[in-house]
């Protein structure tokens, strides 16, 4: 707080000319102070007129006032001096390259802190003073700083634009009316932008409300986000748990075959090593049978042998062997050929059902439908709901061509208008568009009068502006949908194709537009609407109202239905 202060008593005991600290300070009848050098070379340049003002308060003296220093003030400037202060400002208060300068600073120019749209000049703090405290200065119209206050000079008037012309939809002087817009509809600038801005407004309100609308779908597709997040999450584990339960379920049945056949296993060795005992037995007799035979054959006693004999003759019962089948080794291979019957079995089944989980989890869709349609207007004042404000645009229209009526009225003439040149103006096809574009649901009306024909059409906006017909006429491309309008009977015109309409013959023609939902329709309007046309489509861009007059008187005029 204790160096704003100090920062007000250096700007005190400032000079507003060379905005340093006083220099030898004078003050003049006003009661402002300057360096008496500053102020005698400021009025030097006025000797000429001998009238001599004040910088700040341009209060006027006549004679020249005699100046005398003001000693109070320099001691207070030798004072400041003393304490080491400093008057000049600080550095972020000059102007650098990016910052709009004051143009009545001398020297190092401060940055401006206003500009006036009246002076057409901008002004730092101090040298704004007097359109605080000067009486015409305070209607002056102050705007942040800009550098484009020259852009507010008629350039070929050198005077300010204060006016604006709408015929061919720019800014323009007083003079500017009385040659080269002469006969042109202008009005004031401020008439103008209160127009505008009333427009701006409503449009603001239509984006606000997209905004709103999209921000409710953002939020209803982010909760269809998590509830799908939520159902795949679900699904997942769901499904681990089922192959888990597969596979513990497969690991028990694999567990009890490799049980049953280590069983069996056990068993089928269990007999084989009985009978192999047994067998084992019967050579260890045979053996010792063999070996007492082969004794007794070599007894030399007769006799010995004969008692001998009957003894060791006889043998014992052989094993039987009948029960040991020898047969190809196969053994387990049928157990191993029923596990991979049921392994394909399985991998039959798995790719039969696989293909209906695949396919279920790719039906899975999040349906983003469109709202439903509201019903399609039937009564006028049904219609009425969707009108829109239409004003046709100078710089497409032909220059056979002359708009009147705040631009909302076309008549075709013999002789050429002064339009400026313009790519988006017609030079084949006595034609003109919109200048506002047209999406979602709109309807206005054209009052018509001819001695032969006049059409009503819309077209997109990069229809071709010069070529021939087929290339920039109303409905004569894919760019562009016209109705014909006789004093007898109508014909619809798109891309070259013309089709006959019947219908009541009227001097109104209403036209209604659902952009969305691609339909273009055509009214008879009198007491009653009657359909004469309707196009059902798709439309890629916004679409441009657009009429199209080819006989010198004809007119058309659209009508203000708000």
Not at 123 to 137: D, S
Not at 216 to 228: C, M, S
Not at 344 to 352: A, G, M, P, T, Y
Request: contains cysteine; glycine residues 4%.
């Amino acid at each position: 707080m204790a160096q704003k202060g100090v920062q007000l008593d250096q700007e005190a005991f400032c000079c507003s000319i060379c905005l340093d600290l006083l220099k030898d300070p004078v003050t003049i009848p006003c009661g402002h102070s300057y360096c008496m050098s500053c102020i005698k070379g400021f009025w030097d340049g006025e000797d000429e007129r001998k009238m001599y003002s004040c910088p700040q308060c341009r209060q006027v003296f006549t004679p020249r006032p005699v100046l005398g220093k003001n000693t109070i003030l320099a001691a207070l400037v030798e004072q400041l001096k003393k304490t080491g202060l400093q008057a000049a400002p600080a550095d972020h208060c000059y102007a650098g390259p990016e910052d709009v300068a004051c143009d009545v600073c001398t020297g190092r120019k401060l940055k401006a802190f206003k500009s006036c749209l009246t002076c057409l000049i901008s002004y730092c703090e101090n040298h704004l003073q007097p359109h605080y405290t000067v009486g015409q200065f305070k209607k002056h119209k102050l705007v942040d700083p800009s550098t484009k206050l020259q852009e507010n000079i008629c350039s070929r008037h050198d005077e300010v634009m204060k006016m604006f012309c709408r015929t061919d939809q720019q800014s323009i002087c007083y003079l500017c009316p009385v040659d080269e817009h002469k006969g042109h509809n202008t009005v004031s600038a401020a008439v103008e932008r209160n127009e505008r801005q009333r427009e701006l407004e409503v449009s603001r309100l239509n984006i606000q409300q997209r905004i709103q609308d999209r921000e409710k779908d953002v939020k209803l597709l982010q909760q269809e986000v998590e509830a799908v997040s939520h159902s795949a999450d679900k699904a997942v584990e769901d499904s681990e748990k089922i192959f888990t339960e597969l596979i513990r379920l497969l690991q028990k049945r694999s567990s009890d075959v490799r049980q049953q056949i280590r069983s069996q296993q056990e068993t089928e060795m269990s007999r084989v090593n009985e009978l192999q005992e047994k067998l084992q037995q019967e050579i260890t007799e045979l053996r010792k049978r063999d070996a007492e035979l082969k004794e007794l054959s070599h007894t030399e006693d007769h006799n010995q042998f004969l008692h001998n004999y009957p003894s060791v003759s006889q043998l014992s019962e052989p094993t039987d062997s009948s029960s040991i089948n020898i047969r190809p080794l196969r053994y387990f291979v049928d157990v191993t050929a029923a596990v991979s019957e049921l392994r394909d079995k399985l991998q039959d089944i798995l790719k039969e059902r696989w293909t209906n989980i695949s396919q279920s989890v790719t039906e899975v869709d999040v349906l983003l439908s469109e709202p439903q349609p509201e019903p399609e207007p039937k009564t006028r004042a049904e219609f009425l709901k969707y009108s829109c404000e239409i004003t046709l645009d100078p710089n497409t229209a032909h220059t056979n061509l002359l708009l009147s009526e705040g631009n909302r009225k076309a008549e075709a003439m013999r002789q050429k208008q002064s339009y400026s040149s313009h790519p988006d103006r017609f030079t084949n096809d006595t034609q003109v568009l919109s200048r506002e574009s047209l999406t979602g649901r709109c309807y206005w009306e054209v009052d018509w009068r001819g001695t032969e024909t006049v059409c009503v059409a819309v077209a997109y906006k990069n229809i071709s502006r010069v070529g021939n017909s087929n290339e920039c006429g109303f409905g004569f491309n894919d760019k562009s949908w016209m109705l014909h309008c006789f004093t007898n009977n109508y014909n619809f015109w798109f891309n070259n194709i013309h089709t006959p309409v019947s219908g009541p013959r009227s001097s109104r023609v209403g036209v209604y537009l659902d952009h969305r939902a691609g339909i273009l329709s055509f009214y008879s309007v009198s007491e009653t609407m009657t359909l004469l046309h309707r196009v059902q489509t798709t439309f890629t861009q916004p679409l441009y109202a657009g009429l199209c007059l080819y006989y010198v008187g004809d007119t058309a005029e659209l009508r203000k239905l708000k």
